[in-house]
């Protein structure tokens, strides 16, 4: 289970010393429990935290973009450090070529476009590609008339 590695890697991080991963994975660990409270059925399933996880992984990069766009590049880089950690933990995310493929085989199975066909995809990939990316298939390949 991804949660129960998460705090065995706080665990590991603290007998290291390295205190930077211990925040970052307690900040993680802190948004899980969040979670953990709302999933009354035991241990948090791998799909819930893979959610929690996409959620903090785009706030990071807004975050970075914020940032740097403030000229912080202190904070930008913490930020950073924080995405890299949370994306060690993420499965390995579709590429845009695998996401339009899934969009063509959905938009010719439903016949829909636009928004109506995005929530079909998200569906489907939920928890395996960021929603920016089918946005962006979706509104390149069937914009709505």
């Not at 991080?13 to 999933?39: F, H, I, M, P």
């Not at 010719?108 to 995005?118: A, F, P, V």
Request: aromatic residues 4%; charged residues 35%; glycine residues 6%.
């Amino acid at each position: 289970m991804l949660y129960t590695k998460i705090k065995e890697d706080i665990t590991a991080a603290q007998k290291a010393g390295d205190s930077r991963l211990v925040g970052a994975l307690k900040l993680l660990s802190s948004e899980l429990s969040y979670a953990q409270v709302d999933y009354k059925e035991g241990e948090l399933p791998d799909e819930e935290v893979v959610r929690v996880l996409m959620k903090e992984a785009k706030k990071r990069r807004d975050s970075i973009e914020i940032y740097t766009k403030a000229s912080s590049a202190e904070r930008a880089d913490q930020e950073k450090y924080e995405l890299g950690i949370i994306e060690k933990y993420l499965p390995q995310m579709m590429s845009e070529t695998e996401v339009a493929e899934v969009v063509d085989k959905t938009a010719t199975e439903t016949g829909l476009t636009g928004g109506k066909l995005m929530g079909a995809v998200m569906v489907k990939l939920r928890g395996k590609v960021e929603g920016s990316v089918v946005q962006k298939v979706v509104n390149e390949k069937y914009p709505v008339v």
